[in-house]
């Protein structure tokens, strides 16, 4: 699993590139000829090219990117609060996640927005942000940890994935690659959270209720991103409209940490002392921590790190 592994930024890659651009991609309308630089009009500067593209975003960012050397900013109308540092530069990227990310905190208004997984790497700032990244860098590193998931993802990939797709090609039958990839990451995501495979890839394809409150999440964290905070937090007093979904999806996702660290507890039973189980999954080591403690930070976490493993190498590998 070298795209899991090699580096720790799954989760930051998330917070910068992806959230904005998450919706866009579920969007399914066809292209027509984007332009290869979006045509900065006054007032509404780039807002009307990206509104003309957001089916076809990520194609349209490639184009956009090419044109302009690998680095791009953009703006929406005033008053949305859009905007949008965009590259493809690996020098950029590491400065960003690796070397200099202290430079690149992610505010309080990042952090209300994503409030459902406050307290995680996802929204945290500064010396608790140092310490939960240095502390997750070293369960990741974990060779146990890494054995077991490259385990899972290869028997996954050889005896699900890769009979499913022989079998939809040599029966000419059309599917959904990207709910594939979802499903294949929401099980790897899960199996190294949890040491407990949640079996959303078996054959009979159950239903993907956590997986929905996750893209959910998502969705109310982009809307919450272009509409004034107080309009959003106004519904979330009044739990109407996507609040209301979000709220709903939180719920799922409560029941599906619980329903984990059950499956989870019932298998360390088995194994015999939870020495044995020690680092072969990601929740261990946050288990007995005391920083940790709290049930709604761990309940966050688990939430945001789903997201952070799910998200980006099920799109990427789509
Ligand atoms: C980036 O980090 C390096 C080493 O950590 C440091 O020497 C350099 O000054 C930093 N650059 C900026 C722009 O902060």
Not at 102 to 107: A, D, I, L, R, S
Not at 158 to 167: G, Q
Not at 221 to 229: N, Q, S, T, Y
């Amino acid at each position: 699993m070298p795209i899991l592994f090699s580096q720790e930024l799954l989760i930051s890659v998330v917070v910068v590139l992806l959230v904005p651009l998450y919706l866009y991609l579920r969007a399914s309308c066809r292209s027509k000829n984007p332009s290869v630089l979006p045509t900065n009009w006054p007032i509404l500067h780039m807002f009307p090219s990206l509104v003309a593209n957001i089916h076809n975003i990520h194609d349209y960012g490639t184009l956009v990117l090419a044109g302009s050397g690998h680095n791009f900013r953009a703006h929406g109308p005033p008053g949305t609060g859009m905007r949008f540092f965009i590259t493809c530069d690996p020098r950029n990227v590491r400065h960003i996640f690796t070397t200099n990310y202290t430079n690149f905190p992610k505010g309080a208004e990042f952090a209300a927005i994503f409030d459902i997984m406050g307290g995680s790497l996802f929204t945290i700032d500064g010396e608790l942000c140092l310490r939960q990244r240095a502390k997750v860098k070293g369960v990741l590193s974990n060779p146990r940890l890494v054995a077991r998931i490259a385990a899972c993802c290869r028997d996954k990939v050889k005896n699900i994935l890769l009979p499913l797709f022989t079998h939809m090609a040599s029966t000419g039958t059309p599917f959904d690659m990207q709910e594939m990839m979802s499903r294949f990451m929401f099980d790897l995501a899960a199996t190294s959270l949890f040491g407990v495979n949640p079996g959303l890839l078996s054959p009979d394809m159950p239903p993907m209720d956590a997986a929905v409150a996750m893209d959910i999440v998502m969705e109310v964290g982009f809307l919450r991103h272009v509409m004034p905070a107080s309009c959003w937090k106004l519904m979330k007093q009044l739990n109407i409209g996507p609040e209301r979904k979000l709220r709903m999806a939180h719920r799922v996702l409560r029941g599906f940490v619980v329903e984990m660290m059950k499956r989870r507890k019932i298998n360390t039973c088995h194994v015999g002392n939870d020495e044995e189980q020690d680092g072969v999954d990601f929740v261990s080591s946050f288990l007995h921590d005391p920083d940790y403690a709290d049930d709604d930070l761990f309940l966050a976490m688990m939430i945001g790190y789903m997201v952070a493993a799910r998200d980006t190498i099920g799109t990427t590998l789509t």
